[in-house]
C-alpha cells in the first residue's frame, strides 16, 4: 500500500475562494482523521470518521469548514470562504483494521493571502 | 483521557542513547501509552505502545514504570535523523482496538554530531 495520499501538497489561494483538500486513506482502514498543524496551537483534531460516518467534528473551527467522506477510499476536507487565518498544514490519517496506531498522509500545506 | 507532560526539548549526541520522558500520572488502567514522532515537514510517524510491560521493536523501547504513572521513550544509538518533535499520547482503545491520537506539544529532540 502507498499509505495515505493526500493532495494538493500544497495550495496558495486568494482570500474568499473556495479550497478543497482530498485524502485517500489506507485500503482497509475504518477510521479516518483530519487534522490541522500550526505554530500557535499544534496539532489539532477537526474531525473524524468511521465506516465513512462522521463522528466527532466538534473540532472543526467554524461553518465554513466541512468534510465528507463519501466513499472507503476517498474524503475531502473543503473551506469557503476561506481565510488568510486558515494557513496551515492539514493532515489525513488512517487506522483500523489489523493496525490500532494511526498513520498519516504527507500534509497539504495551504497558504491563503 | 489521562493528561501527559513531556520536557518541550531535549538534546542528544550522536550515538548516544536517547531518553524521552512523559508523564501520565492520571492514567487508568486500560489506557495504552503511544509514541509519535514528527520529522520537519513530514506527518506524524508511529513509534511504539505499550500497556504496562515494556515494548522493543526496530525503532526504539519504551519502559513503562511499575505504577504506569511514567514511561520513557529510549532511542538506542540516536541518529542525526532522529531529531524531530516526539510526542507521548494516552489513550483508550474505542472498537475494534483503534483510537483517537490526540496530541500535545511533545519533545523537540535535536541529535548533534
Known amino acids: 500500500d502507498a499509505g495515505v495520499i493526500q493532495s494538493p501538497r500544497h495550495e496558495v489561494t486568494e482570500m474568499g475562494q473556495e479550497v478543497t483538500l482530498r485524502c485517500k486513506p489506507i485500503?482497509?482502514?475504518?477510521?479516518l482523521f483530519w487534522y490541522r498543524q500550526t505554530m500557535m496551537r499544534g496539532l489539532e483534531l477537526l474531525i473524524y470518521?468511521?465506516?465513512?460516518?462522521?463522528?466527532?467534528d466538534s473540532g472543526m473551527p467554524e461553518d465554513r469548514f466541512s468534510a465528507k467522506m463519501p466513499n472507503a477510499s476517498f474524503s475531502t476536507l473543503k473551506i469557503q470562504p476561506s481565510e488568510p487565518r486558515d494557513s496551515a498544514v492539514y493532515f489525513c490519517?488512517?487506522?483500523?483494521?489489523?493496525?490500532?496506531?494511526?498513520?498519516f498522509g504527507q500534509g497539504t500545506r495551504l497558504t491563503v493571502v | 483521557d489521562a493528561k501527559t507532560t513531556q520536557p518541550p526539548s531535549m538534546d542528544c549526541a550522536e550515538g548516544r542513547a536517547a531518553n524521552l520522558p512523559c508523564n501520565h500520572s492520571?492514567?487508568?488502567?486500560?489506557?495504552?501509552v503511544y509514541w509519535y514522532r514528527q520529522i520537519h515537514s513530514q506527518g506524524p510517524q508511529y513509534i511504539i505502545h505499550?500497556?504496562?510491560n515494556n515494548e522493543t521493536n526496530e525503532m526504539a523501547s519504551l519502559i513503562i514504570t511499575e505504577d504506569r504513572k511514567s514511561s520513557t521513550l529510549i532511542l538506542p544509538h540516536a541518529t542525526l535523523r532522529d531529531t524531530a518533535v516526539y510526542y507521548c499520547?494516552?489513550?483508550?482503545?474505542?472498537?475494534?482496538?483503534?483510537?483517537?491520537?490526540?496530541f500535545g506539544r511533545g519533545t523537540s529532540l535535536i541529535v548533534h554530531p
Open positions: 499520547i494516552v489513550r483508550v482503545a474505542i472498537s475494534g482496538g483503534s483510537y483517537i491520537p490526540t
Open positions: 492520571t492514567i487508568s488502567g486500560n489506557e495504552y
Open positions: 490519517a488512517s487506522s483500523g483494521g489489523m493496525n490500532t496506531e494511526a498513520f
Open positions: 470518521f468511521n465506516n465513512n460516518v462522521p463522528i466527532d
Open positions: 485500503s482497509g482502514h475504518d477510521y
Open positions: 505499550g500497556l504496562k
